[in-house]
């Protein structure tokens, strides 16, 4: 069964600062939502303990370290927890809710 690609599923871009759809790119070339545009990602490092420079290429944006050379944009990103929020659609104040279903509700099913 053939399945026809869709453009824009394949990769889909999110901003490194909330999380929500990025729709544009700041001055660096790192895709980032409307309300982050002006905000430039800095003081990125490597494992190795070495600073990573943002560069964008022909794939979009990667980080490239002098000691252990390119490397991909969300792997960068994973390094450094620090720079990701939490999404603005999750709020931990937010009580759950629960739902209990009886035996007699057969129609809920």
């Given at each position: 069964m053939?399945?026809?690609?869709?453009?824009?599923?394949?990769?889909?871009?999110?901003c490194?600062?909330?999380?929500?759809?990025?729709?544009s790119?700041?001055?660096?070339?790192v895709?980032?939502?409307q309300?982050h545009r002006?905000?430039?990602l800095?003081d990125m490092?490597c494992i190795?303990?070495e600073w990573l420079d943002?560069r964008n290429?022909?794939?979009?944006?990667?980080?490239?370290c002098?000691?252990?050379g390119?490397i991909?944009?969300s792997k960068?990103l994973?390094?450094?927890?620090?720079?990701?929020?939490a999404p603005?659609?999750t709020?931990?104040t937010?009580?759950?809710?629960?739902?209990?279903i009886?035996?007699?509700?057969?129609?809920?099913l």
């Amino acid at each position: 069964m053939y399945i026809k690609k869709v453009y824009g599923q394949s990769r889909p871009d999110n901003c490194p600062f909330c999380g929500k759809p990025a729709t544009s790119k700041n001055n660096q070339g790192v895709p980032v939502c409307q309300a982050h545009r002006e905000k430039l990602l800095s003081d990125m490092k490597c494992i190795c303990g070495e600073w990573l420079d943002v560069r964008n290429g022909k794939f979009g944006a990667y980080f490239h370290c002098m000691s252990c050379g390119n490397i991909s944009y969300s792997k960068g990103l994973e390094m450094n927890p620090g720079i990701k929020q939490a999404p603005a659609a999750t709020n931990p104040t937010q009580a759950k809710k629960h739902i209990v279903i009886t035996s007699d509700e057969v129609d809920f099913l």
